[in-house]
Nanobody, 115 residues
Framework: QVQLAESGGGLVQPGGSLRLSCVAP????????MGWYRQAPGKQRELVAR???????LYTDSVQGRFTISRDNAKNTVYLQMNHLKPEDTAVYYC?????????WGQGTQVTVSS
């Protein structure tokens, strides 16, 4: 059973920062582009950022310049550094492969941006 484990979320004030981590099985991490997704209440899950094995990156417009995705291939871990957080960034954040077929989703990590 493939398991993706996200961590690092929490409550932060607007303008603050968080760093999310996701450990993935080596069987998928080493050969796939990885993505960070988020799902806000009442909204569909959306791709926030993705990183290929070559480390090339892509971001959705709303986080461009504020979020940075990176990967550590030795640790099978993908990170999401989130700076200048806004209330609209509040969501549950998940990691998974960057394109279908998706692996079973993990529990995600809650990010709440509020004063």
């Amino acid at each position: 059973q493939v398991q993706l484990a996200e961590s690092g979320g929490g409550l932060v004030q607007p303008g603050g920062s968080l760093r999310l981590s996701c450990v993935a099985p080596g069987s998928i991490f080493s050969t796939n582009a990885m993505g960070w997704y988020r799902q806000a209440p009442g909204k569909q899950r959306e791709l926030v950022a993705r990183i290929r094995s070559s480390s090339s990156t892509l971001y959705t417009d709303s986080v461009q310049g504020r979020f940075t995705i990176s990967r550590d291939n030795a640790k099978n871990t993908v990170y999401l550094q989130m700076n200048h957080l806004k209330p609209e960034d509040t969501a549950v954040y998940y990691c998974n492969v960057a394109s279908p077929p998706f692996r079973p989703w993990g529990q995600g990590t809650q990010v709440t941006v509020s004063s």
